[in-house]
């Protein structure tokens, strides 16, 4: 069974002059140990799919499923990393990481075990009474990641996370990630990442998800292949990234595009159709 299944979903939203469809017939499905990137043109329904996803908004038509069951309501066991970071200026870091905890009614040695647990995890220790006007970009996302890690999530749903950031910083961020995803004794079961940054999707990502214009509909899920740590001066990554790029700026999927397999000679084609996802 799918962790997340997405079932022919449509999403309008009211207009001047009636309904404005963002997405229709939607369908795509998140594993258990999968790495899903979203990209699409801008304003195509990324970030308002993953609220979608998470119950924080619902779809006009289809299903959402999140273990077998129908998504209603706001889901506990996913948590969100935002652009904007998104923490409280009047809370210091440690109160930021401890509000999810604290809804939960967790008792204060938990809480308090499970925030010092998470500050370290993302290399924030000894700025525990820092307010985040105190903080750089990137320490503030880390406040961020380390607050929707707390909950210990079965599904981490992250809204383009690192565009905010300077490249420096970001290219940090994501390594850390990375670095996080790969340990199986931390949380997330899964991991649904939107993004406009093609390169970002394919270094990090397990497979790619292509959407179209507004309304989006599924243009391709691509594997990613690549071993890693990715190598992205690699013509396996950059063939790959111009394979979604041309794309998304084409509108429909090419044919004939690779998949990449880590440099190990011919590459297979890269399937034309969102099948299997």
């Not at 938990?110 to 700025?127: D, H, L, P, S």
């Not at 599904?155 to 300077?166: I, N, R, T």
């Not at 790969?182 to 270094?203: K, R």
């Not at 999927?253 to 099948?275: E, H, L, W």
Request: net charge negative; aromatic share 6%.
């Amino acid at each position: 069974m799918p962790l997340i299944e997405i079932s022919d979903i449509g999403k309008n939203f009211a207009g001047r002059h009636g309904p404005v469809a963002i997405m229709e017939h939607v369908s795509f499905s998140v594993a258990n140990n999968d790495f899903l990137a979203i990209v699409g043109p801008s304003g195509c329904g990324k970030s308002t799919l993953l609220r979608l996803i998470q119950g924080l908004d619902h779809p006009s038509s289809g299903a959402i499923l999140f273990r077998g069951k129908p998504v209603m309501d706001v889901q506990l066991d996913m948590a969100m990393v935002f652009q904007s970071f998104a923490l409280y200026p009047w809370l210091n870091v440690k109160e930021n990481v401890a509000l999810g905890l604290e809804a939960r009614g967790w008792s204060e040695d938990r809480i308090e075990n499970q925030v010092a647990k998470y500050i370290e995890v993302t290399g924030m220790v000894g700025f525990e009474e820092a307010y985040p006007r105190e903080l750089s970009g990137g320490m503030r996302q880390r406040v961020g990641l380390a607050r929707a890690l707390a909950v210990e999530p079965a599904v981490l749903l992250m809204d383009e996370p690192f565009s905010s950031l300077d490249p420096l910083t970001a290219e940090s961020l994501r390594d850390e990630v990375l670095e996080l995803w790969a340990d199986p004794g931390l949380p997330p079961d899964a991991v649904v990442l939107v993004t406009h940054n093609i390169e970002e999707a394919v270094e990090m990502a397990d497979r790619i998800l292509v959407l179209s214009r507004r309304p989006s509909q599924v243009l391709a899920g691509v594997p990613v292949k690549l071993p890693r740590p990715r190598d992205r001066k690699s013509e396996a990554f950059y063939q790959l990234t111009d394979y979604v790029y041309s794309m998304i700026t084409e509108g429909s999927p090419r044919k004939g595009g690779t998949g990449g397999n880590g440099g190990r000679g011919q590459t297979p084609p890269v399937p034309a159709s969102a099948d299997g996802l």
